[in-house]
């Protein structure tokens, strides 16, 4: 049989071909002709490892199920938020905004991913979106967007006119941050909130009540304008920064 020329390339093949491409070629051919075994091994086999390589079928699947379900989601809240933004105007008056902001607190408990509404604070924002994002925030007193609030403050603070905000959205922003701070402080031992996010959450909260435009706002009562929250919300991040002290963590000033 050493003689003969099939036995001969067989061989040849055998050992230049490794045994796991040989099982596999023979795998998939009995899947071809055995569809429904294929749709049950994708829905109950975890992983399967042939040679080098290891296929995760289900968990593949499930990722990619998930991530569909997750953009779409993320959609359909881009979509909610969006017809908010175009159902008012950000300066129109007291009662109007008032009945926006019991509708936009609403559909906050129904998010339950915040990423679209920290797109409402970034830099080039439409006035509608930022009052919205605050009132938002708000509500739910996110830890996650915690900094986002910050930077947008920390931004329209350094802006002598307040980016042509009016004091109403700004009331908004420095509110969202007093009860975020609150919340955060009044519930965790220690905070969850770091001391560097304190720290220059405070120092942001003290330029924003030296804006001379914010000062402007509620001259006869400062309490009721935008210095009311931002009085507020420094009140709660040097409790904060106690607490952090107490526990053992260092706060320098």
């Known amino acids: 049989m050493e003689n003969d020329v099939f036995f001969q390339y067989l061989k040849l093949f055998t050992e230049y071909v490794p045994l796991w491409v040989l099982l596999l070629g023979g795998v998939v051919i009995w899947l071809i002709r055995h569809p429904e075994k ?3 091994l994708t829905r109950n086999v975890e992983s399967a490892k042939i040679g080098e390589f290891e296929i995760k079928l289900r ?4 990722k990619l199920e998930t991530t569909q379900a997750q953009v779409e989601e993320l959609e359909a809240e881009n979509t909610r938020l969006t017809s908010l933004y175009n159902d008012f105007d950000a300066n129109a008056g007291a009662d109007v905004l008032h ?3 019991q509708q936009v607190h609403h559909r906050a408990r129904e998010l339950g991913d915040l990423s679209p509404v920290r797109e409402g604070l970034r830099p080039g924002a439409e006035p509608e979106e930022i009052f919205v994002a605050a009132e938002m925030l ?3 007193r996110d830890i996650d967007s915690f900094e986002a609030l910050i930077d947008c403050i920390a931004r329209i603070a350094a ?3 307040l980016e042509g905000l009016r004091y109403q959205t700004v009331w908004s922003l420095a509110s969202a941050v007093h009860k975020t701070v609150l919340s955060d402080v009044s519930h965790n031992t220690p905070p969850r909130l770091t001391v560097d996010q304190l720290k220059r959450a405070r120092h942001v909260m003290e330029s924003l009540m030296q804006n001379a435009h914010v000062q402007e706002d509620r001259p006869d009562a400062p309490q009721a304008g935008i210095r ?3 009085q507020f919300a420094l009140n709660w991040i040097e409790k904060g920064l106690k607490k952090h002290e107490r526990a053992g963590g260092a706060v320098f000033e």
């Open 38 to 40: 294929l749709e049950a």
């Open 59 to 62: 968990e593949v699947k499930e």
């Open 99 to 101: 009945a926006v902001r």
């Open 138 to 140: 708000r509500e739910r």
């Open 159 to 161: 802006d002598p006119m």
């Open 228 to 230: 009311g929250p931002a």
